[in-house]
């Protein structure tokens, strides 16, 4: 390593054609392909594409020069990043404080009971994702569910399970 | 800029709004947005153009009371309305400047006359969007004071002399903090605003980026100065999708007005914010877990010392507060030290703003003078319990805090006084439980929360909250006996005296004042296998171990 000129960096070549590589390429050279962009462009993966699959990790990775072991253990240590695609609906009930004590227990046993899944899971149609999330902050609203992403207040069972009949028939 | 331009700003935008009979004020907080007040918005604005009326309608940012949601202030009569649909825009239009609509109109004087909004007090008033609706409240002026007219010295010694302290939970006094990183050496200096508000019950930070984002940038350029740091960095939690939405905005309208970026007020001062996004790990609250999230990697917490304060963001000296913290700065610079200190209590002075949810009726975001009551934030502000139900606990503090009874409630507020009862102030939640709660199964919940978010680097910590949730399970399923309970004592103090950082050493808070205030409902559980709440189903359980046999 001593005295020779050190090559420039070239990060490895897109997965494929697929145009979101190029906004997660995007994201890595925004941020000069540093280590520390990492968090970040997993982000940026997991909102293009839903989730994080293997190929992914590996080329994030070696585009970021970060050990594969350390990328896998970032993705697998934080909630929030996916291994596993998700379902065509996802519906997220909130388990924070407020919702707990208003209930919001019940209504996950209710919509565990209705999908056939615990939580985390996708049903086997691959329609319905049933998740938990710890506190979205409306705990004004409580309880709180996310249908989509969008959120909904003062839930109640009823409406809960009619938007999972619709969802299921779709 | 300079203090005349922001005067001219300021003005052009009275003459704006005064060429407007009436501002009608549309919440688009979280809350309020999740019912569709966007649409009322835009109901509102159709109702204006076809009724004739002379009336501005607005987005802003959290009213407080979302419970109510969505709510519309119109100013300058200062009529709130609660609940409102878009179908009811344009009754309320044309009984502008005659009277207001009765039966939609929402009165709570008691609600609200009993607050002090220091850090919410543009929230409500101002399109958070908007650069100038926050320079035409002062915005920005203590800034361009502080960069222009004052030493960084003077501006520590005013944070100290208002005796702030961290609203982010701990409660280390703000100046002291920021008097640390700025004697710490060398060139580079970061500045973090830690909006990971991972507390299940809290959202003062949300609300706080979402209504009002300009001020928490202002305050962390103040004491980006203050302490000579030239690069900030704000985390905030990834869940908040709008908070992140309007922080990008406000960056590139405070860039673009010269109040962000290279020699800011034409002095030698460069200061610039990234955003960064949490990705769901209550431990990342820790500071220097927090860092090294930022630094890309697993959010593990380091043993302190070296603090963030000598060693922190990439080995460098970093400032670490809470949002609500810089929040507060700017209306100290502006006002003065004496202002601040005037309010509050002894060793706790300003205001705090709680997130009061759970079993009450006004639930919402309130913003209180330290040193008031709980029971005049419970009864008076939040309106009691509803329902006829009885209260038994208002739990404070998150996963790290603990549960006040009712003989407790004449407890004034503040930072010791909290602690004093087992409790702590934390983020601000106030969660507000009645006779329907278990508590035994309450401080399972939070026990469950901390065994699931323990970044599992210390074993006291790892191993500790997987036991005590074990314990608390066989509990509340009726299986407890004595034995399992002294053990859950002696391990509650095991692990408080032995976890790395925060999160593990107030685990067992949870268990330890429930046990303080509430052992006879442990006691129904272990001796009578009863739940006197009704909460925990013991009977299923005890069914469910019958020999498949005997059923048959």
Partial sequence: ?170 | MNIEELEQIKESVRLQNAKFDHEINVCMGTGCLSQHSDQLKDALGKAVETGGKNALVRRTGCMGLCAAGPLVLIDPEETLYSHMKAEHAEKIVSSLGGEPVKELQCDLREHFDQQVHVVLENSGHIDPEKIDDYIARDGYLALVTAVTEMEPKDIINEITESGLRGRGGGGYPTGLKWGTVAKAGGDIKYVICNGDEGDPGAFMDRSVLESDPQRVLEGMAIAAYAVGASKGYIYVRAEYPLAVSRLTACLRDARRRGLLGSNICNTPFNFDVEIRLGAGAFVCGEETALIASIEGRRGTPKPRPPYPAVSGLWGKPTLINNVETFANIAPIIRKGAKWFAGMGSARSKGTKVFALTGKIKNTGLVEVPMGISLRQIIEGIGGGVPDGHKFKAVQTGGPSGGCIPEELLDLNISYDALIGVGSMMGSGGMIVMDDTSCMVNVARFFVEFCMTESCGKCIPCRAGTAQMYTLLTRICTGHGTMDDLHLLVELCGTIKETSLCGLGQTAPNPVLSTLRYFKHEYIDHIVHKRCPAGVCNMEAQKAAEVPEEVLA
């Fill in chain 1, 1 to 170: 390593m001593s005295g020779g000129i050190v090559p420039a960096f070239i990060p490895p070549p897109l997965p494929s054609d697929d145009k979101r590589w190029k906004i997660v390429a995007g994201t890595m050279r925004k941020n000069g392909f540093a280590r520390h962009a990492l968090i970040e462009t997993l982000h940026t993966v997991q909102s293009s594409f839903g989730y994080l699959d293997d190929d992914a990790i590996r080329f994030v990775a070696r585009s970021l020069r970060v050990p594969l072991s350390q990328a896998y253990g970032v993705v697998t240590f934080y909630h929030f990043f996916s291994l596993k695609p998700p379902g065509k609906h996802t519906m997220t009930i909130c388990t924070g404080t407020a919702c707990y004590i208003k209930g919001t227990d019940k209504l996950l046993a209710a919509a565990e009971k209705r999908l056939g899944i615990p939580q985390g899971q996708t049903t086997r149609d691959g329609k319905i994702s049933l998740m938990t999330a710890r506190c979205v902050g409306a705990c004004g609203r409580a309880p709180v569910i996310l249908t989509d992403g969008e959120l909904q207040g003062q839930m109640t069972g009823e409406p809960m399970i009619e938007q999972l009949e619709r969802w299921a028939v779709e």
